[in-house]
């Protein structure tokens, strides 16, 4: 398990200012194994910092991380696969050569490190440019590379910074099969991303990140049960005031009401819809993620 | 260790496979062979013509056994004239008595004539004089030019290998921190394995080319026969050169690692190295005084101040015979101030390295905890 606890980051003052940016404050989560975490908020919210500091990138002023119950060290890190958010490969290098010594450097030996290299640019549909140099490939084919780069020594723990910017739907697809299966093996997965729709889909958990605190986190159930969902009541023909004194808002369209609530007595509204006129739809509908997070950062 | 390994071993790998390290190596190996031919063709043995009419030849080629002479008859002395008017002949020996030239003749030439035309003479009369017996009781001069000489090149090839390398360390420390490679490097490997790979792979490539300049170099001297003016202990100096290149270069190139870290863009890589490239510059300057003094007071003592020894010690081995407790003081000292230096500059670039954006300070850098 991967515990993250308290984790406070103020940057250092800019010449002229008096203060430096306090960039967490108090930040927390833990990620069970097998379990993918994904990691969201607003530009500046404090993900990246998070993320290197777990990497040991930088030094929070306070707070811990923790990897199977002891403080996370270099020797921990080194079974790590990183992706940080500002891209960092050798321009000059060729494709593989390079997924190769990042594979020897965290560990590996030479075959076992190239072999690893063939499987993965196997399966990021690479294999032909395994000679090309980095600098010649696309912005997205850097982007395969420097994923495998991540994952080429078999990661205990993956902490992946917006990985799936900048990909075509094709390799967002590859990449997310990529990850589901690290995580069915036991990997802790942990990514940031904008994508909401994208995080909804894949992560068993979402943490929302604000201000460097920790706003909203838990399985995507979870956060659609605390956020509640909408009642959404059509009656066609209605009567006009039938809905003075319920909660919510009503909208006409035509002779077709509808009615959104949020919380309420469902019985009671059921009962006035159904003598107002005739009821064409009556149902809860569940907030998406967008929602959640408009609604957690507000 | 392991990890530093990797590290030195891709620097080499990725530089050796560049077009412009085959092309700088080539051009190195043909300059030095080049260089090593310089002196036999400039420096060509006297070669003399001498006429004779109606005269012997003189033993000048005994009397002076590294010029050639060439002789010719001519049947009188009206044709001798001729042939020393049109420069054919550079005098002419008449009757035995009397020698023509065009103008002044050659001192060295004359005196040469003279002194056996005597000889011949007293030896007919039946008097023979034992040559005198030539002994230095000061230092062996024997060597000095070709000492002045490699000791020119030497200071001019440990100059350019030293801030060639360490420019080309500067280079990459920021290349890695301007991309942020080292986000993931520092992930898998320590700071310092980093930047000891980093330093020994181009160190190493820097060996290379001070390996070829050497077996380059004297397998040239041997072809042209410019080693036999080699000054004994040649195996010495060359050993020496090699050591006080690895010194040197740890030296500045920790120097170079540590303050590049303190900036993001290549572009600001000349900006911030500019104090250390002053540094080297400065050393080879003196370095370079110490060939044409090698034993001043200047070059004796600056050859115990590091990072100066570095190149002016190698300087004055070659240029002059140096002591060994002297060579050993000297690199000593220099071991000392290598090792301070590797601490200093892990130190900064642990410290900076991983702080993109605008320059560091480095006073910041050494307050920060
Ligand atoms: N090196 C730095 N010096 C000063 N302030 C910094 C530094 N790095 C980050 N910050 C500040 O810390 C805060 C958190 O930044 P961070 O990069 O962690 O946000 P983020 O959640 O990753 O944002 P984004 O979604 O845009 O990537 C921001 O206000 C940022 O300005
Ligand atoms: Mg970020």
Redesign the interface.
Known sequence: MLEISELRKRFAAAPGATEGKLALDGIGFTVRPGEMFGFVGANGAGKTTTM?IV????KADSGSVSWQGKPLG?GE??R?G?M?E????????RAGEQIE??G????LSAPAAKKATDDLLERLGLTERRNDSVESLSLGNQQRVQLA??LVHDPEVLILDEPFSGLDPIAVETLATALQERCRGGVPVIFSSHQLELVERLCDSVGIVSAGRMVASGTVGDLRAAEGGTLRVVVRGATPGWADGLPGELSVTGDRHTLLVAGGDDQEILRRALKAGHVEHFGVEQPTLTEIFKEAVA | MNGMMLVARREIGTQVRTRAFKISLLITAVLVGALAFAPKLLDRPDSYTVGTVNSQQLPLAQAAPDATFEWRAFPDEEAAKEAVLAGDVDAALIDGVRVITDGEIETELGVLMQSTNREVKLGAAGVSIPPLQMQSVGADTRYEAARTGIAVVLVLVLFMLIIGQTMMVAMGVVEEKGSRIVEILLSSIRPWQLLGGKIIGLGVLGLINLGTILVVGLAASFASGFAADFPPGMAGIVAGVLVWFVLGYAFFATLAAALASLVSRQEEVGNVMSPLTMLIMAAYFVAFYATSDPTGTLATIVSFVPPFSSMVMPVRMAATEVPLWEVGASAALMIVAVLATLSFGAKVYERAVLRTGARVKLGEVLRAK
């Open positions: 290197r990497m040991g990138v930088l270099y890190r080194q790590f990183y940080p500002e891209r960092g490969l050798y321009q000059k290098m010594y990042f020897q450097l965290h560990g780069v991540a």
